[in-house]
Every structure is written in C-alpha cells, then in structure tokens.
C-alpha cells in the first residue's frame, strides 16, 4: 500500500502540478488508498511508456482502483484487502 501511494503521490505531482491530498479509510475487509487532485484530466492505463508505469503497478498490486471526478478535479483511489 506504501508503495502505491508513493506512486499516486507521484503521479499528482509529476502530471498535474496542483496540490494533492492523501486520505485512508480502513473498512472491515478492505483498506482504501484516495490521492485528490486539482486537476480534471483522467489518467488511463491506455498508451503508457514505460516511463509512466505508476498506474501499472497500482493495478498490478491492488484488489481494485478507479477514479472518481469530483468538483474542481478528481480523487485517484485503490482499495486493499485485509
């Protein structure tokens, strides 16, 4: 879980040049990572170079991850079983 949110922490800094928030929520079976962003552009597993792989490995290493648009940018999130 560390891992991904070093790379989604990075990925906000790297792509979107705003500020970024990282929150945790811990339910009973799962835990889940959300890194917020100011920035509306939607990030996609299509067309990546190997120099943008961060969004691979949080795919690779999570149960689940998606992205949620939201008012005034977007909260990238994966989840994590117990």
Do not use: C
Request: overall charge negative; charged content about 20%.
């Amino acid at each position: 879980m560390v891992l991904a949110a070093s790379e989604l922490a990075t990925n906000a800094v790297r792509h979107t040049g705003t500020r970024y928030t990282v929150r945790i929520a811990v339910q009973p079976n799962l835990i889940r990572l959300e890194v917020t962003d100011a920035s509306s552009v939607f990030p996609s597993l299509q067309g990546l170079t190997d120099s943008h792989r961060g969004l691979r490995i949080v795919d690779a290493i999570s149960e689940s991850w998606g992205i949620d648009g939201n008012t005034g940018g977007k909260t990238v999130w994966a989840e994590f079983d117990l």
